[in-house]
């Protein structure tokens, strides 16, 4: 992905990093800790495996997402968020779901949160169940 040289403001190149359908939601699947290709394929409705790949370069080109390799075989990789940028772009992804979830509690469309066992209250702030 290339970045833009000209900018009005910072907030224009972390939208520019994040934008689109996939990243913000495989930065949030990542905040459970490491995971294979096929693992994030799986938890990740609807995402094909080359758009996946294409996404997770890109996040890894921008410090949010490390990839690791293991000896052996088969191959095996693995993916995480950094500590650093990727843990801080992972706190306003999770902001985003809030508020996500805060409209679907306001428009009364809870059964789409509990079927995906997202645990909600009266003010919509979600938690995981286990």
């Given at each position: 992905?290339?970045?833009?040289?000209d900018y009005t403001c910072p907030l224009e190149i972390a939208h520019d990093i994040m934008k689109g359908k996939w990243k913000p939601?495989?930065?949030?699947?990542?905040?459970?800790?490491?995971s294979s290709l096929s693992g994030l394929e799986r938890s990740i409705a609807g995402i094909s495996q080359k758009m996946l790949l294409?996404?997770?370069?890109?996040?890894?080109?921008?410090?949010?997402?490390d990839k690791t390799s293991f000896?052996?075989?088969?191959?095996?990789?693995?993916?995480?968020?950094?500590?650093?940028?990727?843990?801080r772009m992972l706190e306003s992804v999770r902001i985003m779901q809030q508020i996500g979830v805060d409209i679907m509690v306001e428009q009364g469309r809870t059964d789409f949160l509990d079927r995906k066992g997202?645990?909600?209250?009266k003010e919509g702030c979600p938690q995981k169940s286990g």
């Open positions: 992905m290339k970045i833009r040289e939601i495989i930065l949030f699947q990542l905040q459970f800790g490491s294409q996404q997770l370069k890109e996040l890894q080109e921008f410090g949010l997402v000896d052996g075989y088969p191959l095996r990789v693995e993916y995480a968020l950094t500590q650093d940028r990727g843990r997202i645990v909600y209250s």
